[in-house]
Structure formats: C-alpha cells, structure tokens
T-cell receptor
Framework: GAVVSQHPSWVICKSGTSVKIECRSL??????MFWYRQFPKQSLMLMAT?????????EQGVEKDKFLINHASLTLSTLTVTSAHPEDSSFYIC??????????????FGPGTRLTVL | TQLLEQSPQFLSIQEGENLTVYCNSS?????LQWYRQEPGDGPVLLVT?????EVKKLKRLTFQFGDARKDSSLHITAAQPGDTGLYLC?????????FGAGTRLFVKA
C-alpha cells in the first residue's frame, strides 16, 4: 500500500520550453501532496504544498509563476516548470499524505523525476 | 535554522559492523519518520514512530523515539552493503514536516 508514482522518471528539454511532471497516489487518497527539489548529495528542499481543490502554498524563494502546481483530484498533482533554464535542472520528488492513515504526518514519496535542461 | 539535526553526516564502515544514527531537536514532534534513499530514487519509508519511548524493529534496524518526542535514533546491527544509502529523519509539526539533512551511509564489503 501507499504507493506514489511519478511520470516521467527523467526528461531532457531545451531551454525555454515547459515541462510537466505528474504525481499520482495509486492506492490511497491524498488531500495533500508536496513537491521537493533535491540537489546532488543534499537533503530534500520543500518547494510547495499542494492541497486538492485549492491553490498551492509555496515556500519562500520559490517562484509560483515558474513552478505551476495543480492538484485537481485526490490522486493527482502536477508540477509544470515553465520556460525552463539550465539552472532548473534537478531531481524533483513529490510526496503524498494518506489522509486516512493512522499516522497522518507520514509522507510517501514518488521515485523522482530527473530534469535536465540543455 | 535546522530544526532536526542528524549525525553523523557521513559514515563509512565495514560489512558486519554496527552503527547508530541520531536525529535531535529542541522541538517536540507529533511523529517521526525514518526514510532511506538510494541514488536516483525517492525516499522509501522505513518506519513511523508516534509514542514517546517507542521502540520499533525492522529486521536488523532498531528505531527509538525519545521519551520527550524530541529525538530519535536508528541502530543498524551487522551492516550489509545493501544498507548503503542516505538516511533521512523527518518530524511532523502541525501541518508541516521537517526533514533532517540526512546521514550518508556507505557499507564496504
């Protein structure tokens, strides 16, 4: 149980294009999903918190117009990196909370998406 | 300010050795999770501890939540190369989850 998928697992794009990453909870409903960015050999950096049916809450320093988040259903959140630049290249990971779980603080992570912007 | 301090940051040991990783804070957490992450993959949940003083075992891994719910430890017995990875602790505080910086473990065969 508590499986989270991400698609694509890796993507290479040209500078200036937009890239959409999908995050799905496969066997549970997630009212809250999180998007993280991870640089090599570092811990996770929270970018934004996504709540189903409402606007995402972005962490300080994260541009909401550049990283568009949509959480249209209880099982799907998307992150769109708009007008991507090489400095956006990173490992993006989503996570989801199971709202019915006994320990609702627990987050279940997707496998991550490696984005490379040329 | 790092609310969750993990130590050590890096650990390289021989197969068969024991080790302990610590996760400390001055804040109280409603729960605490331990994750293991391998390169190119997302963190995988190992355990969630909720009750102060709680001890959970997962094969060769023993997790303990401090009595005051401010700290936790992960002990690995007879480490194996397959235990290599980044170990992350995370604490729940209200709506947010706070992550430690991680302990990078390398177990040599």
């Amino acid at each position: 149980g508590a499986v989270v998928s991400q698609h694509p697992s890796w993507v290479i794009c040209k500078s200036g294009t937009s890239v959409k990453i999908e995050c799905r909870s496969l066997d549970f409903q997630a009212t809250t999903m999180f998007w993280y960015r991870q640089f090599p050999k570092q811990s996770l950096m929270l970018m934004a918190t996504s709540n189903e049916g409402s606007k995402a809450t972005y962490e300080q320093g994260v541009e909401k117009d550049k990283f568009l988040i949509n959480h249209a259903s209880l099982t799907l959140s998307t992150l769109t990196v708009t007008s991507a630049h090489p400095e956006d290249s990173s490992f993006y990971i989503c996570s989801a909370r199971d709202r019915l779980a006994g320990a609702p603080d627990t987050q279940y992570f997707g496998p991550g998406t490696r984005l490379t912007v040329l | 300010t790092q609310l969750l301090e993990q130590s050590p940051q890096f650990l390289s040991i021989q197969e068969g050795e024991n080790l302990t990783v610590y996760c400390n804070s001055s804040s109280v957490f409603s729960s605490l999770q331990w994750y293991r992450q391998e390169p190119g993959d997302g963190p995988v949940l190992l355990v969630t501890v909720v009750t102060g003083g709680e001890v959970k075992k997962l094969k060769r891994l023993t997790f303990q939540f401090g009595d005051a719910r401010k700290d936790s430890s992960l002990h690995i017995t007879a480490a194996q190369p397959g235990d290599t990875g980044l170990y992350l602790c995370a604490g729940g505080r209200g709506f947010k989850t706070i992550f430690g910086a991680g302990t990078r473990l390398f177990v040599k065969a």
